[in-house]
């Protein structure tokens, strides 16, 4: 992943808030690029005002992200951005400004929704630096679906009233919540297809980082720490102040240059939906089609963090709209190919270290079984098929007793052995539409 990392930190053309606190961050914790990256834009969103919004034709899209990065422990330095620069920095402007954007990073459900019910404390951020423990309690309760379409409303802004524990009807409107956390491999083990599914693993951008490190070069102790700590505290206290100076801007509208800036983002937008729609129509539960079908809001959000951090010196004299031009729309793109690329190696890995690989309901698993033959030309072998489905003896047996009890498949050998085949002739099946003459007997 070397050349993707490469990606991300030569930039050098770039500037404002983003950029420069990507390189302070890089430098401060040697952590992976692509996190770093994830870390500055995260800092940067998460005191902006709820009521900012980017206009486009499928709604207003506010410009909070949900990070998750995914790395070995004690290894992949995940955690130090989050504990040595970003809560620092947020703190520091929470003394400042007297405006907490740090949000509760351990909560329920029904505690977290009273919490943003005070307008008072109704945006900002959650930071954790290791999330596989919230995974699994998610995972492992009886409400699981409930618990997950919370996380989805939290990331889309959009709480349904209900009563708390105080009996009182509460109904946060109007709040922006941000999230960046951090976790091991050690979470593809308890994540089940809901996960994904259901809405909030489409919502997620996840950061996997599973390239090795070279150890030599890490610092772990350096000479003269305290002018050095002492120096690094003077930039944290720097970094908050900029933030404070753009907290009370008055832009609330974004909208894409006329031109190219605007045909770039709706063309590749356009793309990632129709590559969607392929994937969907091949097999409706699969993975990567719930990613891909929001994949272009992630770019369009992160077109218009750049163009306000790269326009970081002037927001407080440029009215209340601000246009997203071309550099930005480049940059968003850029970053969620990335992204993608980051999310496909995950499943691969998940899928390396999961004996059960999901779906596994029965009706799932049956429309795998049809796109897996039609996609192989509408006929396959057993065995293969047997393979691809990943499933248990009795439960393969089952789906393929269904599909030819309804008349959805037949069962066959060919009537002719394969030049240079001896043995038995193998076992296909086929979609009941597709004829062939070199049947041997549906079985």
């Given at each position: 992943m070397s050349e993707i990392n490469d990606l991300i930190i030569l930039d050098s053309d770039d500037q404002g808030f983003i950029f420069d606190l990507k390189k302070f961050i890089i430098r401060k914790t040697q952590t992976n690029p692509a996190w770093a990256n994830a870390v500055a834009i995260t800092t940067f969103t998460s005191i902006l005002d709820q009521n900012l919004v980017v206009h486009t034709d499928i709604g207003d899209l506010r410009l909070n992200n949900f990070f998750l990065t995914i790395g070995p422990s004690g290894i992949a330095r995940k955690s130090l951005p989050l504990k040595y620069v970003m809560k620092p920095i947020l703190y520091k402007y929470e003394e400042l400004t007297d405006h907490e954007v740090t949000l509760p990073s351990r909560f329920t459900v029904e505690g977290?929704?009273?919490?943003?019910s005070n307008a008072d404390r109704n945006k900002g951020v959650i930071v954790r630096d290791e999330f596989t423990s919230f995974f699994k309690d998610v995972t492992n309760k009886k409400y699981l679906s409930d618990q997950l379409e919370f996380l989805s409303e939290l990331h889309d802004g959009t709480l349904e009233k209900r009563y708390t524990r105080s009996f009182k009807l509460e109904h946060p409107k109007n709040f922006m919540v941000s999230l960046i956390a951090a976790t091991t491999p050690y979470l593809f083990t308890i994540l089940s297809s809901d996960f994904f599914l259901q809405g909030i693993g489409n919502r997620i951008i996840f950061i996997f980082d599973d390239e090795e490190v070279d150890i030599d070069s890490y610092r772990i102790v350096s000479a003269n720490p305290f002018q050095k700590h002492a120096a690094d505290e003077l930039l944290i206290h720097d970094f908050a102040m900029r933030l404070?100076?753009?907290?009370?801007?008055?832009?609330?509208?974004?909208?894409?240059?006329t031109g190219s800036s605007v045909d770039k983002i709706d063309k590749w937008s356009k793309e990632s939906l129709k590559k969607a729609q392929k994937v969907y129509r091949l097999q409706k539960t699969d993975r990567t089609y719930s990613y891909l079908s929001r994949l272009h809001e992630k770019a369009?959000?992160?077109?218009?963090?750049?163009?306000?951090?790269?326009?970081e010196q002037h927001l407080n004299s440029m009215g209340d709209t601000i246009i997203i031009r071309e550099n930005s729309v480049d940059w968003a793109i850029e970053l969620c190919k990335t992204y993608w690329k980051f999310f496909l190696d995950m499943i691969d890995e998940w899928d390396s270290m999961t004996q059960e690989r999901p779906p596994t309901s029965e009706k799932a698993?049956?429309?795998?079984?049809?796109?897996?033959?039609?996609?192989?030309?509408?006929?396959?072998?057993?065995?293969?098929?047997?393979?691809?489905?990943?499933?248990?003896?009795?439960?393969?047996?089952?789906?393929?007793?269904?599909?030819?009890?309804?008349?959805?498949?037949k069962s066959y050998k060919p009537t002719k052995q394969e030049p240079g085949k001896t043995g038995q002739k193998p076992r296909f099946y086929k979609l009941i539409a597709e004829t062939d003459e070199d049947e041997e007997s549906n079985v």
């Open positions: 977290m929704f009273e919490y943003l404070a100076a753009i907290k009370n801007t008055d832009i609330r509208r974004m909208g894409f240059e369009i959000k992160l077109a218009a963090v750049h163009a306000l951090s790269y326009n698993n049956i429309e795998r079984a049809l796109a897996i033959i039609k996609k192989n030309g509408g006929k396959i072998m057993h065995s293969t098929l047997k393979k691809q489905l990943w499933l248990k003896n009795i439960q393969f047996t089952e789906i393929i007793n269904f599909l030819i009890d309804t008349k959805r498949i």
